[in-house]
């Protein structure tokens, strides 16, 4: 079964937008707020080289930001819409 993280804080709209349209989807993800959990938010920078949010982990894609292109493409591909 795959994994979704989105790793987001809770000031971000961008963030409320992907997670809104992920439930659209019904898609099923973690949320992780690194404005909370400082040391989610260091392995979030390790994974993604970046400490802006929203950042969307499926399995080992990393995906920068709510582009719901790219989002969907991944579910897609791993049959999950």
């Known amino acids: 079964m795959s994994k979704i993280i989105v790793y987001s804080t809770t000031m971000c709209p961008y963030c409320v937008m992907v997670k809104d349209w992920l439930k659209s989807k019904k898609v099923s993800y973690e949320d992780i707020n690194v404005g909370i959990d400082h040391d989610k938010a260091k392995k979030m920078i390790e994974?993604?080289?970046?400490?802006g949010v929203p950042v969307i982990e499926i399995d080992d894609e990393i995906i920068i930001g709510f582009d719901r292109a790219k989002i969907e493409e991944v579910l897609?591909?791993?049959?999950?819409i």
């Open 47 to 51: 994974k993604s080289g970046q400490s």
């Open 76 to 80: 897609k591909s791993k049959k999950l």
